[in-house]
């Protein structure tokens, strides 16, 4: 990580501290989004989707990989532990990341499945499709899982 990205973030971070702080924050939804869109963008050498809204993708990886990217920022006391995924998404992509990251987003989970191993573990019910996270430990990603040229981006997000 350059130090512009890290002077950037860090600025960020202490103004999303202070706007939530003061109630002006109320969720983190698109911020979440995005921030972890630009991280798998940057471990997968990739490009991020240049519309904000597209369905299926989003990042495109340096080998060509089409990868939907489901963030969350959930408190350590959360029992919600799932993903929704639509149906435009599931014949789109070729792989599916999941971040978990803390409130204080520090990267808490990382995720890493295939497009045909995600169809097989969605739990379907009425119009929704479910991915559950306790049921993905074989695809977990932890530090180690990284080149040394990523480490210094996955340390300052805590991930272990």
């Known amino acids: 990580m350059n130090k512009n990205s890290k002077k950037a973030l860090d600025a960020f971070f202490q103004s999303l501290n202070y706007l939530r702080s003061n109630n002006i924050l109320k969720n983190n939804r698109d911020f979440t989004s995005q921030l ?69 987003y520090e990267l808490r989970e990382f995720y890493q499945i295939s497009r045909e191993d995600c169809m097989n573990l969605i739990l379907k019910s009425k119009n929704k499709k479910t991915l559950y996270w306790n049921n993905l430990s074989q695809y977990r990603l932890y530090r180690k899982d990284f080149s040394n040229s990523y480490l210094e981006l996955l340390d300052y997000f805590s991930f272990k």
Do not use: C
Request: glycine content about 8%; cysteine-free; overall charge negative.
């Open 36 to 104: 972890g869109e630009w991280l798998v963008e940057q471990l997968f050498n990739g490009v991020r989707s240049q519309i904000g809204n597209q369905p299926g993708w989003d990042v495109k990886s340096d080998d060509g990989s089409l990868i939907q990217v489901k963030t969350h920022a959930k408190a350590l006391s959360t029992s919600a532990r799932w993903s929704m995924i639509q149906n435009v998404v599931i014949s789109s992509v070729d792989y599916y990341i999941i971040l978990v990251f803390t409130p204080s």
